[in-house]
């Protein structure tokens, strides 16, 4: 029988952790406790249509980006990609709704503050996606503590 700590699945698991904590702190901390909580909220509000806008895009950069980390063992600058894919739309989405343009409901309460949250976290996200993004198509296949 195989020890659980040397089965492939956790080896994996560990080499994805490591490449993660090999990021720099600052993003750590900005994926950690900004950018994956600050998207999670949407759950708690998905009785508002950006609640449950902004789970499908979550959910979204879930489905894709656990696979990527999957296959690159760690932190793939191709996990941008998805950020895009999801977040270019809402951002638009998010605006309409702010601006009473789309959603067949008024803006519900603490609808508007996920709004701007959303909008000011997804959206400095999005520079560095796009950055790593063309970063990605232009050949840079690394991944953070990983051997070159």
């Given amino acids: ?3 659980p700590m040397t089965h492939p699945l956790m080896h994996r698991l560990q080499h994805i952790w490591h490449s993660y904590r090999s990021l ?31 789970a499908w895009a979550a959910l979204f950069v ?4 656990v696979p990527i980390m999957w296959v690159a063992r ?7 990609v998805p950020h895009l894919i999801a977040w270019l739309p809402l951002q638009v989405a998010l605006l309409a709704r702010l601006a009473g343009q789309l ?17 000011l976290t997804n959206g400095i996200s999005l520079v560095f996606d796009a950055i790593d993004s063309v970063r990605w198509l232009q050949g840079d ?8």
């Avoid at 760690?74 to 941008?80: A, C, I, T, V, Y």
């Avoid at 067949?104 to 709004?115: D, G, N, R, V």
């Fill in 62 to 65: 879930v489905a894709t980006n």
């Fill in 24 to 54: 720099p702190l600052w993003v750590q901390v900005w994926v950690g406790a900004i950018l994956v909580p600050v998207n999670a909220l949407s759950f708690l509000l998905l009785h508002t249509p950006t609640g449950q806008w902004a």
């Fill in 1 to 3: 029988m195989t020890h």
């Fill in 74 to 80: 760690g932190m793939s600058k191709l996990m941008s």
């Fill in 103 to 119: 959603g067949a409901t008024p803006l519900q309460p603490f609808e508007q503050p996920l709004i701007l949250a959303l909008l």
């Fill in 141 to 148: 296949r690394a991944v953070p503590g990983m051997p070159s």
